[in-house]
């Protein structure tokens, strides 16, 4: 398969284009991700992803794909495992 053409998204965009797939209706729904919140001390996890059903554009918020890409989803949260 040839490349037909390569584009660069930078991380602030990419909820935007999320968002514009569910708009157009091209998806109809997308396995997203949260951070976990710490239970002892509450703040944010960055490195336990979990998946999360997306179907509308307002819950998509800030996507983690940072921590996303570096960590992926936490061992027993996987993508397969949640559906």
Not at 9 to 31: A, G, R
Request: hydrophobic fraction near 40%; charge should be positive; avoid cysteine.
């Amino acid at each position: 398969m040839d490349t037909m053409a390569e584009y660069l998204i930078k991380v602030e965009d990419f909820s935007k284009l999320l968002v514009s797939l569910l708009k157009e209706k091209v998806v109809d729904k997308f396995i997203g991700a949260k951070l976990r919140v710490d239970k002892k001390s509450g703040n944010l996890d960055r490195f336990t992803v979990q998946p999360l059903l997306v179907e509308k554009g307002e819950d998509i918020g800030t996507f983690p794909l940072s921590s996303l890409i570096a960590f992926g989803y936490a061992r027993t949260d996987t993508a397969s495992k949640y559906l």
